[in-house]
């Protein structure tokens, strides 16, 4: 087999594995997007239970850190939105629930005892940081650093297009009181998936033809170097199989 054809062949074969894993990676997204996306086009990302005697719960720069992250053009090319609901528990209280710079929030909170979010595993077990400080808060809905919030009784939701920076969710009672319990759920949509998704089918479907064109091309020569060595091979007879007339 001459030695471009063995390096045809090596390369299809390298190049199958990656060419399929982008065309069905593509088919999953695409087809997980349809069917889990919801009317407005979010991805439920599930509803965890909130609770805090403090005053507050902060996710912050363990859960909902941008920044060091993609510079801002990444983000607006991604269009993703996050959306987030929460409904107190005890119906007693008005929720606020709020999105602002990490640094506007520190000083908010700053010697107001509170819990800060570390990690969620499955939808019941919350990890939290708790710190320390004094007890009720200024109302939140009094700040004027919010990027985007909502509060009021009820389920109250936001929806914030996402954005580089340093930013933290905050939920609490809308009066600032200690003492916070809430359903959270978590939304999230991307006007970029399904572009990704036709760039990957694309990429797949021609580096899986160009990597079967490469394979064929590669044992073709081999198919053609047995056939030459079949045609020009010797053919040695025994002896005793020659008949003389």
Known sequence: MRPGR?????????????????????????AGYQ?????????????????TETAAIVAGDADFDLDPGPP????????????????????????????????DVAR?????????????VGS?????????????AAPPTAQPF????????GEQEFRWDVESGNWSAVLMNADGSEGVIADVE??????????????MLAIGVLMTAGSVALIVFG????????????????VVHDPGDIEHT
Do not use: C, K
Request: net charge negative; hydrophobic share 50%; proline share 3%.
């Open 6 to 30: 063995v390096v045809a062949l090596v390369v299809g074969i390298v190049m199958l594995l990656p060419s399929l894993g982008l065309l069905f990676g593509g088919l999953a997204l695409g």
């Open 35 to 51: 069917l889990w996306r919801d009317g407005d086009g979010f991805i439920d990302l599930g509803s965890t239970r909130l609770a």
């Open 72 to 103: 801002a053009w990444i983000w607006s090319m991604l269009d993703t939105d996050l959306r987030v609901r929460a409904d107190s528990v005890t119906g007693d209280e008005s929720v606020f629930i709020g999105v602002a710079d990490s640094r």
């Open 108 to 120: 908010y909170l700053d010697d107001v005892a509170h819990d800060v979010l570390v990690e969620v």
């Open 124 to 136: 019941r077990r919350v990890i939290y940081r708790s710190i320390e400080g004094d007890g009720p």
């Open 146 to 153: 919010w990027a985007v919030s909502a509060s009021g009784a």
């Open 186 to 199: 978590l939304g999230v949509r991307s006007g970029a998936v399904l572009p990704i998704v036709v760039v």
């Open 219 to 234: 044992a073709a020569g081999a198919r053609d170097r047995s056939a030459a060595e079949a045609v020009t091979s010797p």
